[in-house]
C-alpha cells in the first residue's frame, strides 16, 4: 500500500516532529487521491482527499504507534468514502426535461455499420491493419507489432485493402448494410 515508513512518520509526528507530518500527510494525501479516484465521481476526489486529511490531522492521538499505520489509515479513508455515499444519495437531483435536443446519430451509426461490413469483406490481415492504422490511429509499426507483419507487409496490406475497399464503394452493393 505504501512506498515508505508511514507508521514511523506518524509516530515522529505524534512525537511533535512537524517535517515528518507535513511529508506524512503529503504522501498520505496523494495515496488518498488515488483511492478515492477508483471510487467516486471526479468532481468528489479533491474534497473526499481533504476531509480524510482533516480527519487523520484531528483523530491523530487516536493512532496507536504499536499497530501497523495503514488499517488506521484505510478505515478513516473508507468511512469518509461512506460519508461522500450518504451525500451522494441525499444530494437532490434535477429532474431532465422531455425538451431536451439529442443529436441525431443515425448515420453514423449507419456509416459505422457500413464500414464494418465492408472490412469485414477484406482479407483479415488486411482488415486488421486499417483497423488500428485508419481508425483506431496505431503508427504503422505498432500495427506491425500488433499484428506480427513485417512494417512492409502492412503497408501493402493498408494499400491492396484499401483498394479494395474502394472498388466496392464504387460498386455501391454497401448501401443495404
Not at 42 to 54: E, K, T
Not at 130 to 143: H, P, T
Not at 150 to 177: M, P, Q, T, Y
Request: aromatic share 6%; charged share 25%.
Amino acid at each position: 500500500m505504501v512506498g515508505s515508513d508511514w507508521r514511523g512518520m506518524m509516530i515522529a509526528a505524534q512525537a511533535g516532529n512537524g517535517g515528518a507530518y507535513r511529508r506524512l500527510l503529503e504522501e498520505v494525501g496523494v495515496w488518498l487521491r488515488r483511492y478515492y479516484r477508483r471510487r467516486l465521481p471526479p468532481s468528489m476526489v479533491d474534497d473526499a482527499a481533504q476531509d480524510a486529511l482533516i480527519a487523520i490531522h484531528q483523530k491523530r492521538h487516536t493512532y496507536d504507534p504499536a499497530r501497523p499505520f495503514e488499517p488506521w489509515l484505510a478505515a478513516i479513508a473508507r468511512y469518509k468514502w461512506i460519508d461522500r455515499l450518504r451525500a451522494l444519495k441525499r444530494a437532490p437531483s434535477e429532474a431532465l426535461s422531455l425538451d431536451i435536443e439529442v443529436e441525431d446519430h443515425g448515420s453514423a451509426v449507419v456509416s459505422a455499420t457500413v464500414l464494418d461490413a465492408l472490412l469485414r469483406g477484406l482479407k483479415p490481415t488486411q482488415s486488421a491493419v486499417i483497423r488500428l492504422v485508419k481508425i483506431q490511429g496505431y503508427s504503422i509499426e505498432e500495427a506491425a507489432q500488433h499484428t506480427g507483419q513485417s512494417i512492409s507487409l502492412v503497408k501493402v496490406n493498408i494499400h491492396r485493402g484499401l483498394a479494395r475497399l474502394a472498388k466496392e464503394l464504387e460498386k455501391g452493393d454497401h448501401a443495404d448494410g
